[in-house]
């Protein structure tokens, strides 16, 4: 036997094999050209530097490591890392983060002051390294044949129960810290899964798989499963702080490009103008009255029939001069794409004949109903991408319209039977995940190709690494209630931990609401204020009564809600909006230095005061409250007539009120006014807004 030896990984690709002997299970270690890999049997095991402090994991039962990024690009900065093989073990360490391998295949990962962020959950009787042996026979990665498929995995970790869990992407819940949680790793209209986290125990997380399945953050375990994947692959990084850890993240996965100016202002938008000559009076009448307007958006269903990726002569005859009358006027026009192609659609044949749309594995090929028999393109086909592309290039783009409303992007399904549909990447179940990120990645493409410097979509979903493609995510199909504002408040945040910086909500909600109701007004009034302070504050609903239709034919089959601009719900709530976009407006010097942080380092715009915080332990418990950027200290009102509000102020900043102008040091509660009008709100690091009394 070989004593000890070290081997760096920038030796030029030396190899060195060992094999043990004991009376226990036999594995061999190696290093490759700086990995350290580890195998027994079927099981090939890599573990490499990727960025840094830290690690890409793989394992599989494949003749060939599958070799698919996912999420991942390749790391933007060289390390030192080392690899250390022994007798019945080896590590690797790459700056603050060192991974231990046994000789039976189990890791452990350590922070470079030698505490364990992360161990796999193995119990068996041959472990010579366990502290009680244990005859529950437990594998931590257990890779289940599917017969005549792939496999079905679990990847087992310890849990810590004190640790606090904050990511993972968009869930529709009251809570913020996600410990104790079970999620379904599988996107939904309202639902989206981004699954990266951040512990508090001080390393980041992500599960590069976008197979459906799910994780539980259990006290005594915490489980990842894929129902169906060739392989495991998870990427770990240590840092000393939040901010650390999420800059490493984008730094591997991608960051946003810097947004447009048009995206930092007021968007206005409903379900849905129904001709342009409607549109453009929303337009004349927001410019009459003098308030700041960006964006504009022609919602969906402007369309002869889904799939024609076109807007229908009927009812908006002349796009070009509205388009140049909207510029004219300063705003941008956003219009909707979607993805599904209905059987009657002018482009259904040819896309078929070349193999562009989703299949399913039985039954008749349809996968949504919503307005005729649909099947959506596949966007994870690169010649689909391509093709839709063009279509839009030539009927919007070539236009004018530089800003895309890319809608039902998990995709949506009739009915949610994800083992049901194929993709040209594979099933459904196994790579399905990944859908909304190549839906953005087309466009974005697309439009860089067209000589866009400045790429800005809106999707209703994303996966790890949408952010890199102008991806701003809004929140679904919501209720117009308070419980439901209470929930966005929750998943913008952990949007934000999970690494998607660009993200906003329908302010107001989407359903279940009639703009004459009095009732309705107050969750109208104080959903805008908190919109102020979402990184894009756009406003829209399907609102009632609905509005009489004004054809048969095309589009115009589809209904359309009530009105839905700030003027719409009264003088009172009219005069609330038109001074929090006044507000909006003055912040806007200062929401572009976030976006550039954004752009630059990866930092989420709006963050839970742990980000700018860490060191104060009682900012890790704080879940109504939220940082946007380093120096706005924002507290929603979420509950009905909700006359005062606690806010609890992080320890290290001197705080002040906006409102009153009063300053208190920071590390304590203190108790606020909310009228109707006024949102909690404090500022810190010197920087003052200047509102109405």
Known sequence: MEKLKTISAESGGATSEFRTSSDFLLGYFEEVDGALTYRYDAERVIIE??????????????AQMPEEKWALTEPVKKTDATVEIREYSASITNGKIRAEINNIGKITIYNSRGEVLLEEYLRNRRDPFAKTMSSLEVEAREFKPIIGGDYALTMRFESNPHEKIFGMGQYQQDFLDLKGAELELAHRNSQASVPFCISSLGYGFLWNNPAVGK???????????????????????????????????????????????YGMGFWQCKLRYQTQDELLSIAREYKKRNIPIDVIVVDFFHWPKQGDWRFDPT?????????????EMGIELMV???????????????????????????????DNTFQGNTIQYDATNPEAREYVWEKCKK???????????????????????????????????????VYPV????GFYDGMRKAGQEHVLNLLRCAWAGSQKYGALVWSGDIHSTFASLKNQLCAGLNMAMAGIPWWTTDIGGFFGANIYDKAYHEVFTRWFEYGTFCPVMRLHGN????????????GATCVSGAPNEIWSYGDEVYDICRKYIELREQMRPYIREQMK?????????????????PQDNKAWEVEDEFMFGPDILVAPVTDRGEEEKEVYLPAGSLWTNVWTGEQTEGGRRVTVKTPIDKIPLFTTNGYHLEVWA
Not at 230 to 240: P, Q, R, S
Not at 348 to 364: I, N, P
Not at 400 to 427: C, K, M, Q, S
Not at 543 to 554: D, E, K, N
Request: with cysteine; aromatic share 14%; proline share 7%.
């Open 315 to 327: 009812y908006w005859p002349d796009p070009d001069a509205m388009i140049k009358e909207l510029k």
């Open 597 to 613: 942080a954004a752009h630059e380092k990866g930092d989420p715009v709006m963050r839970p005061l742990l980000y700018d915080y």
């Open 49 to 62: 530097p990727w960025g840094e402090n830290s690690l890409r994991v793989r394992a599989s039962k494949e």
């Open 543 to 554: 609102r009632m009564p609905y509005q009489p239709q004004l054809g048969t034919t095309g």
């Open 395 to 433: 009927n919007y783009y070539d236009k004018g319209v530089h800003i895309f409303w890319l809608d039902e992007a998990e995709p949506e399904y009739t009915v949610y039977d994800f083992e049901n549909y194929r993709y040209y990447l594979g099933p459904n179940c196994q790579i399905g995940n």
């Open 215 to 261: 994780v539980n953050f259990n006290r005594n375990i915490t489980s990842w499963y894929a129902s169906s994947t060739k392989k495991l692959d998870y990427w770990i990084t240590a840092g000393d702080s939040p901010r650390e850890i999420e800059q490493a993240y984008a730094d591997v996965t991608g960051k946003v490009p810097m947004m447009p100016e």
């Open 336 to 366: 909707s794409v979607w993805p599904m192609v209905d059987y009657r659609s002018e482009n259904f044949d040819e896309m078929m004949a070349k193999g562009l749309l989703t299949r399913v594995e039985k039954g008749v090929r349809i």
């Open 438 to 441: 190549l839906y953005a990645k």
